[in-house]
């Protein structure tokens, strides 16, 4: 695709942040020996390309955060991410101003920006269901329903992943800690419009549902404070309000720190868990199209 550039300020102001929530990551199992500060930013301009094989171990990387420590082989899933680059993105830091107006026709020559990050993409779960990453992740899924989720829930995801009859796609929408939202709503709009020319041509990009994991941190109640919710993504708030079925696990016995990345000192602990969505396919455009709408209340204040 011909890259998307995006210019967005990664910092800890909470007046940058959507609903003025700060997000958190698991991205790290080691412990970080100096706190952030906050106050502090920095300008970067990021754009979307397509996946090409040097990107394979930071795609896996970013899996790696999201599936922290589950039995799937993150190596086989990122190679599927690689594959199927006429569909989705990877983030990177854009190219120096000498490069804006260049293609991407050269990429396997080498890439100047390898750090990837973030993924927006899309993959058949049904097309892939031979693959031992797609087999490993359904099996972390029903292993965690059965503990977490009630009946119903759980015989909503059979239905959309084993019944046969629908089409379920996996959504990622992976990326670094305070990399703010500003950055999902091109690549969400990218990705919609990648599937969109793939199904003209035929190819397996039509859903009934997309399957999202969303990574979240509550921090307990104390005395009158109610528990309170904090997102990695901040927009990852809308997917999960348009939801069909969701249920949700603790990563608590993943992780060897309660809160990972770096963080003001001042911060309580927190809890880090995923929420297992389900979203009708007829959905996802709407829910970019609110992100998008909330984006631009919040940069235009």
């Known amino acids: 695709m011909t890259s998307k550039k995006l210019k967005v300020e990664a910092e800890e102001d909470e007046e940058h942040r959507m609903d003025a929530k700060s997000g958190s990551d698991d991205s790290s199992d080691e412990e970080n020996d100096e706190a952030y500060e906050g106050d502090e930013g920095i300008t970067v301009d990021f754009e979307g390309r397509n996946p090409i094989d040097p990107d394979l171990d930071g795609i896996k990387q970013l899996l790696g955060q999201l599936f922290v420590k589950a039995h799937i082989d ?17 983030l990177k830091q854009a190219y120096n101003d000498a490069d804006d107006d260049e293609e991407d026709e050269d990429t396997d020559m ?4 390898q750090v990837v990050f973030g993924v927006t993409t899309v993959i058949n779960l049904a097309n892939k269901q031979e693959l031992a990453c797609v087999r490993q992740l359904k099996k972390m899924i029903f292993e965690k329903a059965e503990k977490y989720a009630t009946d119903l829930v759980i015989q909503q995801f059979r239905d959309a992943l084993e019944g046969g009859s629908k089409t379920t796609g996996l959504l990622l929408n992976e990326r670094f800690i305070n990399i703010p939202a500003a950055v999902c709503v091109p690549m969400c709009e990218n990705l919609l419009s990648e599937m969109e020319r793939a199904r003209t041509k035929s ?11 969303v990574k979240y941190y509550q921090q307990a109640a104390d005395g009158d404070k109610p528990a309170e919710v904090l997102y990695s993504n901040d927009e990852e708030e809308y997917f999960i309000k348009d939801s069909y079925a969701s249920f949700d696990y603790s990563v608590q016995k993943e992780t060897t720190t309660a809160l990972a ?36 209340s919040v940069t235009n204040k």
Do not use: H
């Open 74 to 90: 993150l190596n086989e899933l990122a190679g599927v991410v690689v594959a199927q680059n006429y569909v989705g993105s990877v």
């Open 110 to 113: 080498g890439d100047p920006c």
């Open 261 to 296: 990345g770096q963080w003001q000192k001042k911060d309580a602990e927190l809890q880090p868990f995923r929420k297992v969505l389900l979203i009708e396919a007829n959905k996802l455009a709407g829910i970019v199209s609110s992100i998008k709408n909330l984006v631009s």
């Open 203 to 213: 190819m397996p990009f039509t859903f009934d549902y997309y399957l999202m994991f």
